[in-house]
């Protein structure tokens, strides 16, 4: 069974963050303000991932993982590593890498038009933000990425025609 994990990147982690949402990883982002209360209406249960000595010392009773590297697959690996986090907990592309919502299945007929014609004629099933409205397909993320989570891993990359998971 997969483990849950929820957490809350602060604002310099915004593209560590849209790994972990590839990866199915419930992810929410602080806001640039400073004006925001983000941070004080924080749920418990997100594990907090930060850059900034501020906000790992006022968190620390909640355990913060702080992020040292610079590179954002370095700093999704030091994520991984620190919370024993296994490639069985992971749903890619299940959630919207920009809006952190679930992807829901879409009817492929109202896909078309809204996708280039020769990605249409290839997939048979298709996903869709409901927030943004973003299309995804087995495919649709950088194949580099999928190559990289495996490597991660170490397990065999999922085939190429290979669909989006339902569950
Ligand atoms: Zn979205």
């Known amino acids: 069974m997969k483990r849950k994990f929820h957490f809350a990147a602060d604002a310099a982690l915004g593209k560590l963050a849209r790994h972990l949402r590839a990866a199915g990883f419930d992810t929410r982002s602080a806001p640039q303000s400073a004006q925001s209360d983000f941070w004080q209406t924080l749920d418990p249960k ?4 930060t850059r900034t000595t501020n906000l790992r010392r006022r968190f ?4 913060p993982v702080f992020i040292r590297e610079n590179d954002p697959w370095r700093q999704f690996l030091q994520v991984m590593r620190e919370l024993k986090i296994k490639a069985d907990d992971l749903d890619p592309f299940s ?7 679930r992807l829901r299945e879409t009817d492929r007929q109202m896909v ?7 990605v249409w004629q290839r997939h048979a099933r298709f996903r869709t933000c409901d927030q943004c409205r973003r299309l995804y397909w087995a495919g649709s993320h950088p194949v580099r990425m999928e190559e990289r989570m495996a490597a991660i891993f170490s397990t065999q990359p999922r085939k190429r025609n290979d669909e989006c998971e339902t569950t």
């Open 46 to 49: 997100r594990i907090i991932l």
């Open 60 to 63: 620390k009773d909640r355990h």
């Open 95 to 101: 959630r919207c890498v920009v809006c952190n919502c």
């Open 112 to 118: 078309k038009g809204r996708v280039p014609d020769y």
